[in-house]
Each structure stands twice: as structure tokens, then as C-alpha cells.
């Protein structure tokens, strides 16, 4: 598989105090790949930048071989970003929402339709495609923001929290969304604090504790670095961690 994302020596701080610290990784095309950490570790920092929503203070970004930080307006247009907290125009509806997102990615409009039909019947969304996004539940703004993401068909897809208020059907749909892209070709990096989902889905794993890279792997090197074989992800996050069961 060739190398989606390549981040060098990646580092942002904040008053004096290193909030990302010398991170570097790779995601490879095809590969979903889950950057797991405690509440403050540094995982939304890290793909603010990459997403090129923050200046980093030092490293490298490259995305499908574009320096982000040299020419961020091109590697834009291969990265789509879904934040925790979904972010709509309340006023529009869920189908302008689509017509309206991919209209700023300059998707070809007949295209862009048949696009955010799809989505929207996938989503579950179909039969409230005319109501307002003010309208919507957080589910349900958690998946419209998703097919936004979608729409212009990004090469690297970055996930942060987004099984978060969802129910379990809901989720079920996110999660084989996500597996339908990747089996496509595209690169995921996928945050979460459930870490069972991150132990099936994951083809690797990078762990992120004070802004630093502790280990990063399959599940199986993941237990074998911490002496952990045949536990849970669960068991080997904190163990990795340092921090004591029951707090994850």
C-alpha cells in the first residue's frame, strides 16, 4: 500500500507548554488507522493540523505526496475533516447543506446530486432531507456533517469522536461507511474513546499520551510491547498508559 499521510517531527505548543511533542507516523491508502490517547493527549491538535485548521510550530505534513504546510490549499482538497462536534448552517437543509459543501469543493453539480442522494438514503437522512439542520438531533447532525465530509470524495478521511451520540443502529451505519471507504482505497485516522471499536476496526494503532508517540502498531505488536498478550486493547492502552483501570 502506498503512503497516504507522512507526518515528521509534528509539534505545536501552547503558553510555553508542548501540547504536541516531535509526533511522527504514517497512514498508509487503504488502511485505517486509530490514534488513541487519554482526555489532553494531544489527538485533536495533531489532526487540526494536518487538517491544516492550525499552524504547526515545527514538522512535516505530507498528504499523497503534497507538503501541507508548503501548499495547504492543494492537500485540502485530498483531506476531508469530521470534528467531535458537528458544525451546520441551521438555516439550510440537509439536501442544501450537501448542494452547498460540495459547491465550495467545486464537485461537478449532477454529480454532487447523485452523490448526496446516496448518502443521505445510507445515512438515514432521506426522509428529512428537506428539514432544517436546526431541526436535527445530535445523531443526526453527527451524520449529515459525515456525508458532508464525503461528498468530494476525499483520499484521507479524519474521523475525531464520530460515533459520539449516536445510537447503536446509527453506529452500525458510521462504521460500515467508514469500512466501504477504505476497502475503496482511502486513508482513515479515526479517534476514539471506545476502545472497541478501535480493537475491530483498526488495522493499526498509535497510542498518544503528553503530546508524544508511545508506541504505534497492530493490535498484536501493541500486546507484545506491553507484555500483554491475548488482553484486550483495553488492558494494553492502560497498561501502555500508565493509568489505572477503570480510567480510560
Not at 95 to 118: I, Q
Not at 208 to 214: E, N, P, V
Amino acid at each position: 500500500m502506498s503512503t497516504a499521510l507522512c507526518v515528521t517531527d509534528l509539534a505545536k505548543s501552547y503558553g510555553g507548554k508542548r501540547a504536541v511533542d516531535g509526533i511522527s507516523f504514517d497512514v498508509r491508502g487503504g488502511e485505517l488507522y486509530a490514534l488513541l490517547g487519554p482526555n489532553g493527549a494531544g489527538k485533536t491538535t495533531t489532526l487540526r493540523m494536518i487538517a491544516g485548521l492550525l499552524n504547526a510550530d515545527a514538522g512535516a505534513i505530507n498528504v499523497f505526496g503534497v507538503d501541507a504546510r508548503q501548499d495547504p490549499a492543494a492537500a485540502k482538497q485530498l483531506i476531508a475533516w469530521l470534528p467531535d462536534e458537528p458544525l451546520l448552517y441551521d438555516k439550510l437543509t440537509a439536501w442544501e447543506y450537501l448542494e452547498f459543501v460540495a459547491g465550495l469543493w467545486g464537485v461537478d453539480p449532477k454529480s454532487a446530486r447523485a452523490d448526496a442522494e446516496h448518502l443521505l438514503k445510507l445515512l438515514g437522512l432521506w426522509d428529512n432531507r428537506n428539514d432544517r439542520c436546526e431541526t436535527f438531533s445530535r445523531g443526526m447532525k453527527q451524520k449529515a456533517v459525515l456525508a458532508g465530509a464525503l461528498i468530494h470524495h476525499p483520499k484521507l478521511l479524519m474521523l475525531d469522536e464520530p460515533l459520539t451520540g449516536l445510537d447503536a443502529a446509527a453506529s452500525r451505519l458510521v462504521k460500515d461507511l467508514i469500512r466501504e471507504r477504505v476497502a475503496q482505497g482511502a486513508a482513515v485516522i479515526l479517534t476514539t474513546h471506545i476502545l472497541e471499536v478501535a480493537e475491530r476496526m483498526a488495522d493499526r494503532i498509535g497510542i498518544i499520551k503528553d503530546g508524544k508517540l508511545l508506541t504505534e502498531g497492530s493490535l498484536e505488536e501493541l500486546r507484545s510491547h506491553a507484555g500483554a498478550q491475548g488482553q484486550s486493547l483495553e488492558d494494553v492502552f492502560l497498561s501502555l498508559t500508565g493509568q489505572p483501570q477503570g480510567v480510560a
